[in-house]
């Protein structure tokens, strides 16, 4: 059985990854800090109480998964907090940075040993990380946390290397979600069938590749 663990799993994006990787016939462990109605009913493996900012939480959910042969890791959990220039509030920042930044990293170390050669890691990221691409401002600790996402990703690229593990770092567009007040214009469906698209394509030659979910490969 092929086994694929995603966090922030009980909406969104992160139910949407659950619903289409379980209809492809993979075994799905859902880590979750609360589960939702509507992850119940998948009938997909439920792991509660996953707080990616919490370092005894990742090792109990890491403990309850020892012997797990993990095919595919989707890091999805990740939060959104207004931080512009004239509010700016160091304290959501450091929460950003906790939650998008931090927490996949945590997550990844703490179930690495049980990722297979060749397995997958897919970072959910953002175009707002891009330095390139910021033409607006504003947006200060997603911004940040997303371009620090980026770049341990691109470490992580590098370092798993050895072990034929693969990393992508995935932009799914604006989605339509309770992170953005439903809206954006691209459904939960849309962007993960783009999202699951790019995670078939990626391979040892071109892990550590920021895309877009449509295939666009996005400037750092």
């Not at 370092?159 to 992508?168: E, G, K, M, Y």
């Not at 604006?174 to 391979?203: E, F, W």
């Amino acid at each position: 059985m092929t086994t694929a663990v995603v966090t922030g799993a009980n909406r969104g994006i992160g139910l949407e990854f659950c619903r289409q990787l379980k209809a492809r016939g993979y075994d799905v462990v859902a880590a979750c800090r609360h589960a939702s109605t509507a992850l119940t009913n998948l009938g997909v493996q439920v792991e509660e109480g996953v707080d990616v900012t919490d370092d005894r939480a990742i090792d109990d959910v890491a403990r309850r998964l020892s012997g797990t042969n993990i095919d595919l890791l989707i890091n999805n959990a990740g939060i959104l907090a207004k931080t512009d220039l004239g509010t700016l509030n160091p304290d959501t920042i450091r929460s950003q940075f906790e939650v998008n930044a931090l927490g996949p990293l945590r997550v990844t170390h703490a179930l690495l040993p049980y990722i297979r050669p060749h397995g997958k890691v897919a970072l959910i990221t953002s175009r707002m990380g891009s330095i390139h691409d910021n033409t607006s401002g504003g947006s200060y600790g997603y911004r940040m946390s997303k371009a620090a996402l980026n770049i341990a990703g691109k470490s992580l690229a590098h370092d798993l290397h050895s072990r034929q593990i693969c990393v992508a770092l995935l932009h799914p567009g604006y989605v339509k979600t309770d992170m953005t007040q439903h809206s954006g214009p691209v459904t939960p469906r849309d962007a993960v069938t783009g999202l699951m698209a790019r995670i078939d394509d990626l391979n040892l030659d071109n892990s550590g590749t920021f895309w877009h979910a449509n295939g666009d490969v996005l400037p750092w």
